[in-house]
């Protein structure tokens, strides 16, 4: 099948990277000349395990190409995703111009039957704006369709490949087919494509991601009444998460969740329910919760500084919102670097892929920010190790080189690494989320 990847992002490169890889001829379109232009020629424009190599097979192979045209890049194509940012508007609402401007965009170049596709995550009754908006200047039939994306960041390929569930909402025969075609390759496991009507889809999307977030939310709350009550919140975890109804996933309490979905997406349908005069009084708590947990390692490190940051010197292991990804969209990291600057405090950073991406937000702040060329160097002369992300380089570290590069042996750990019982053992002063802290 021909097929338009708009957008070629996070989604929309590996959406059309995987779809190319089940024989499908993709073109993705991108704003961006520069991004086009580095994609054309082969270079990957994000990080994102096991999708480089797809891409270089598929972009030899002729079956994936990329233009800054819209005209061309729709040229004989039956199905044109929109893969397309959907960031919150000022009011929290998710800002729909990308989607809306593109769509009536095809409105006037399109001259076959197609289906047009919302890959992006909208809010209810985008499918309807969209194909008002297409119609507008549109003479040939078509179709919208409602297809969220569900994949995770760091896993985005194996979620695409593998997926739970495909949900594809549409009330037209004629793009259910089509749909149901293109995707069949990728529901052989048993996983179900689950077709709905739009608004449906729509809110399936935003109800999952409000869930999770409520999960994380909850068990960060249960962390800190952990740590005022005395218990340990790995035991508590693993006692709840053994009962198939709560399920083991999505229960690590941390330091707030972070990324370009949670954080907006919670936020647009607490707005979509004001906008229908509903008040949704859980998620309001989730978001408050989570904007308290980003700076929950804030008080210790200050209790144990003596309410004195000035002058201190930190390390910092972690940048990207989570493993396995260089995005540092929301997160947490940002926010315990302004607060330690704002206390007075320099930093040195490492992360095994978000550098670039912190260096080119933050710069070096005028010397306050060290960018360490390894985990272990980041260490040196620091008066105490933070972590904010679980990378895998981070699970088992040196303690040897570690005791030697910090000034003190004292580390917060806003991810729950290491086994307290082996801190007390090695000598740490160690303090995380939701256990009992080990004191020097
Ligand atoms: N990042 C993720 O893990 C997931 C994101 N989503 C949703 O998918 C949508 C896209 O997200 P990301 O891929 O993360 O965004 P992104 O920001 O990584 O990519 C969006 C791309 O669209 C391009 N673009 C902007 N205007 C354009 C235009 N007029 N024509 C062509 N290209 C244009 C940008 O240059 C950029 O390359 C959002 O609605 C998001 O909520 C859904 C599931 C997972
Ligand atoms: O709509 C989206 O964009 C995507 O949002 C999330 O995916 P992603 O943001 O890539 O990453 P997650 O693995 O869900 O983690 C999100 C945040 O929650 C935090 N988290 C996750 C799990 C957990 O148990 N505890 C916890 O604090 C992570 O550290 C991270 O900051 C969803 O998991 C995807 O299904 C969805 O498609």
């Known amino acids: 099948m021909k097929i338009t990847v708009v957008g070629t992002g996070y989604v929309g490169l590996v959406t059309g990277t995987c779809f190319a890889e089940t024989g499908n001829d993709v073109t993705c379109v991108d704003i961006d000349a520069n991004k086009v ?3 054309s020629s082969g270079q990957i424009t994000i990080y994102e395990p096991g999708l480089e190599k797809l891409f270089e097979r598929n972009l030899k192979e002729g079956r994936l190409s990329f233009t800054t045209s819209l005209e061309e890049g729709i040229k004989g194509a039956e199905v044109i995703f929109l893969a397309l940012p959907t960031p919150p508007g000022a009011d929290g609402a998710a800002d729909l111009s990308f989607v809306l401007n593109v769509a009536a965009h095809l409105g006037k170049i399109m001259t076959d039957y197609k289906v047009i596709v919302d890959k992006s995550t909208v809010p209810v009754g985008t499918a309807e704006r ?30 695409f490949m593998k997926p739970d569930r495909v949900v594809i909402g549409t009330t037209s025969e004629r793009a259910r087919k089509v749909m149901g075609d ?30 999770l977030a409520t999960k994380i939310s909850f068990m960060n709350e249960i962390a800190i009444l952990c740590e005022k009550l005395g218990a340990d919140v ?17 229960l690590f309490p941390g330091i707030g969740y972070g990324g370009s979905c949670f954080p907006k997406d919670v936020q647009a349908l607490v707005k979509s329910s004001e906008d229908v005069q509903y008040n949704f009084k859980i998620l309001n708590a989730v978001m408050d919760v989570n904007e308290r947990q980003k ?61 670039s991406n912190v260096q080119r937000l933050l710069s070096n702040k005028n010397g306050k920010i060290v960018y360490a060329e390894h985990q272990y160097t980041c260490l040196e002369n ?59």
């Open 37 to 39: 232009k580095k994609l």
């Open 295 to 355: 700076l929950f390692l804030l008080p210790k490190i200050q209790n144990y500084f003596n309410n004195d940051l000035g002058g201190k010197h930190f390390a910092l292991w972690g940048l990207a919102f989570k493993p396995n990804t260089d995005d540092i969209r929301e997160a947490p990291a940002l926010y315990i670097i302004e607060a330690l600057l704002a206390a007075g405090a320099t930093i040195s950073v490492f992360d095994p892929e978000a550098m």
């Open 130 to 159: 969209v194909a008002a908006a297409i119609a507008e200047n549109c003479k040939t039939p078509f179709d919208v369709v409602s297809n969220p994306e569900f994949l995770r960041e760091g896993v985005a390929v194996d979620d």
């Open 382 to 440: 620091a008066d105490a190790l933070i972590i904010a992300t679980e990378w895998s380089v981070f699970r088992t570290p040196d303690f040897q080189k570690i005791s030697t590069s910090l000034k003190n042996k004292v580390i917060f750990d806003g991810r729950n690494l290491f086994d307290i019982a082996r801190m007390k053992e090695l000598g740490y002063h160690y303090e995380s989320v939701g256990r009992i802290p080990v004191s020097l």
């Open 234 to 250: 790995d035991m508590v975890r693993r006692g709840i998460g053994s009962d198939d109804r709560i399920g083991k996933r999505f």
């Open 182 to 211: 293109l995707y069949a390759p990728f529901v052989r496991q048993g996983n179900p494509i689950l077709f709905m009507d739009e608004k449906s889809a729509e809110l399936t999307k935003y109800a999952a991601n409000s869930f």
